[in-house]
């Protein structure tokens, strides 16, 4: 037997006409050949799967940055789309003229917000140190107070009211728990860093966005359609409708609510009105944060000597926000993609509650998916059940 008598190719039929049996290894020249373990694909696969998993490591801490941009992204496009085309300014000076928006529509609020407090709190300082050296009688709304006027009285004029108390409670309350005060500094420091940095995340990530967005967009949409071909078209455009809708609704809603409260707060009596419907709106883009407000505020004018305008007010924030949480929310907020309450509830809540102020965002839009896909289901269902008229609901072929 020489070497022409051997198969010349991987596979070829073995002498005496024996097809190589599965599993057995094959005689290819001189070796033999034995199948894989693991083979190319499975391999590349499973690569896959370890970068992907390694990349939600290490860069799971980017999340809610990357998320708020995209939030901000989607329901600002067509803005982007005006500038670009309509201005004529290209991706990249749009991009630009919109960071440069949102850059002195963020910082302009919060150095007002800065100012105020720090205005406020230097009157307060100045009060408590005219206290201090000269002391002061009760307040006349704490002893207005019912069932625990005369204890408040008595403990003011113990600690607060002569001259000297407020320095001994300082001293006392530094003295005892001055490791706490450092690390509660320390703390507020690292979480401002910490924010500031998500900040320059978030706006790093929103350039690129509106700067590159088709070309992110088209390259999704090409994997999803190799993913999905029958379901994409209409998956793919829940994320962006739920979006826009949300953004919409939960804006026009806390501005709303703002507007309303603060006339209320003004007819009502209650000082710096505009600053406290301010803090309304603000509260309004939380789940519960507005009747929080609103009962706060009328808890303090009852304690302060006008019962009548703090229950009118909580009757008139009560109304308004049982009209706007049945019907203006949910219309607004699940309607372009014609999400139910509960769902459209449970998204809001959830996603405060998981990732803060951006969950306002992605509660909805995952709940959205949600629903979409048990639609898509229960449409297939139907589909197959109208095909085969004569099989039952849930019996097999």
């Known amino acids: 037997m020489n070497t022409r008598d051997m198969p010349d190719r991987m596979g070829a039929s073995a002498p005496g006409g024996d097809k190589p049996v599965q599993g057995q290894p094959n005689q290819v020249g001189l070796r033999v050949y034995r199948q894989p373990l693991v083979t190319n694909i499975s391999a590349a696969r499973w690569l896959l799967l370890a970068i992907v998993a390694a990349s939600v490591y290490f860069f799971h801490g980017f999340l809610v940055p990357v998320l708020a941009a995209s939030v901000i992204a989607l329901a600002s496009w067509p803005i982007r789309d005006r500038a670009a085309e309509g201005m004529g300014l290209g991706r990249t000076g749009a991009a630009t003229l919109l960071i440069v928006l ?13 100012l105020y407090a720090f205005r406020e709190l230097r009157d307060w300082i100045s009060w408590a140190i005219l206290v201090n050296s000269a002391g002061a009688p009760t307040p006349g ?17 113990t600690y607060i009211g002569r001259p000297g108390g407020i320095s001994e409670i300082v001293q006392l309350v530094s003295g005892s728990n001055i490791g706490a005060i450092y690390r509660g500094a320390i703390t507020a420091g690292t979480l401002t860093f910490h924010l500031a940095l998500n900040l320059l995340f978030l706006l790093i990530t929103l350039f690129v ?9 088209a390259q999704i949409d090409r994997v999803g359609r190799r993913i999905l071909p029958e379901r994409w078209g209409r998956l793919s455009r829940v994320v962006p409708a739920t979006i826009s ?11 709303g609510e ?7 707060y003004w007819l009502a009596g209650v000082p710096s009105p505009v600053t406290f419907g301010v803090i309304t709106g603000f509260m309004a883009l939380i789940p519960g944060g507005a009747p929080l407000s609103f009962t706060l505020v009328s808890v303090y ?27 203006v929310r949910p219309m607004l907020v699940g309607g372009p993609v014609k999400l139910p309450f509960l769902p459209t509830f449970f998204g809001l809540i959830g996603g405060v509650k998981t990732m803060g102020i951006v969950g306002l965002f992605v509660g909805p839009v995952l709940m959205a998916l949600l629903v979409s896909i048990w639609r ?10 109208t095909r085969r008229p004569g099989t039952a609901p849930g019996a097999e072929t």
């Open 102 to 114: 949102l850059v002195c529509f963020l910082l302009i609020p919060i150095a007002m917000a800065l």
């Open 141 to 157: 709304w704490m002893l207005d107070l019912p069932q625990v006027g005369e204890w408040l009285d008595r403990n003011w004029q």
């Open 209 to 217: 966005l509106y700067r590159d967005g088709d070309k992110i967009v």
């Open 245 to 255: 809708s949300t953004v919409t609704g939960m804006t026009l809603i806390a501005i």
């Open 258 to 264: 703002g507007v309303i409260l603060g006339v209320a």
């Open 301 to 327: 004018l009852a304690a302060s000597g006008a019962p009548v305008a703090g229950l009118a007010l909580f009757v008139w924030g009560t109304c308004e926000l049982f009209i706007v949480d049945k019907t």
């Open 376 to 385: 898509e289901w229960q449409r297939e269902i139907a589909d197959d059940e």
